[in-house]
């Protein structure tokens, strides 16, 4: 089984919806990340979280809410989706030791906002 | 702040030739350095790492040294294999931070 899931795996939804995109990891690490990535601009940090009660907000954070529920667990949640988060969301996580803090990645959601 | 810079692609290298991918950096403090590599249909994996200058990472016949001079960790493969056709991300990471990644470059090996 894979460490980190995410689910669903594609998604596609209408403007002003309320989404949610779930993923969970089997590594036992305290950190996990939401990312998107668009073509040609990489990776953008949306939300971070370090343990169950620390949750940091990223580079674009506006129209994305998050949710620690166990250290298994990490929700991303656009309260009204609009088009221009139609994108490829990732979630990874980390154990948070040492200068390398190697960072597990899911496989990935597309989202689709009509 | 952090940011990382890549070459734009898409690179197109016939098999067995010499890849390079470049990579430059700006961080406020001493950052550790990684390329990642995402596979079509997949999530990213960690390919190679550094963390300190003159490092060399090395994994699957890649490499990149952490330049600190020209603030660069390059990657670098002697003969590309179509199965390394992929997308390649240069990232960073300061203290507690989160990873900065680059946009990221487009390698295409044609058999």
């Known amino acids: 089984d894979a460490d980190v899931t995410q689910t669903p795996r594609n998604r596609i939804t209408k403007t002003g919806k309320r989404i949610m995109l779930e993923c969970s990891q089997t590594?036992?690490?305290?950190?996990m990340y939401w990312y998107r990535q668009d073509p040609g601009l990489g990776l953008q940090l949306i939300y971070y979280?370090?343990?169950?009660?620390?949750?940091n907000k990223g580079e674009i954070s506006d129209g994305y809410s998050v949710s620690r529920q166990a250290q298994a667990k990490f929700s991303l949640s656009l309260e009204s989706a609009i088009p221009n988060q139609t994108a490829l969301y990732f979630c990874a996580t980390s154990d948070g030791q040492g200068l390398t803090d190697t960072q597990y990645f899911g496989p990935g959601t597309r989202l689709t906002v009509l | 702040g952090n940011s990382v810079t890549q070459m734009e692609g898409p690179v197109t290298l016939s098999e067995e030739a010499f890849l390079t991918i470049n990579c430059t950096y700006t961080?406020?403090?001493?950052?550790?350095l990684f390329w990642y590599v995402q596979y079509p249909g997949e999530g990213l994996q960690l390919l190679l790492k550094?963390?300190?200058?003159?490092d060399k990472g090395s994994n699957k016949g890649f490499e990149a040294t952490y330049r600190k001079e020209t603030t660069s960790f390059h990657l670098e493969k002697g003969s590309v294999q179509v199965s390394d056709s992929a997308v390649y991300f240069c990232?960073?990471?300061?203290?507690?931070?989160?990873?900065?990644f680059g946009s990221g470059t487009r390698l295409q090996v044609q058999p």
């Open positions: 590594k036992g690490h305290d950190r």
């Open positions: 550094a963390t300190k200058a003159d």
């Open positions: 979280s370090f343990d169950v009660k620390d949750i």
């Open positions: 990232a960073l990471r300061t203290g507690r931070r989160a990873l900065t």
């Open positions: 961080a406020t403090g001493y950052p550790s």
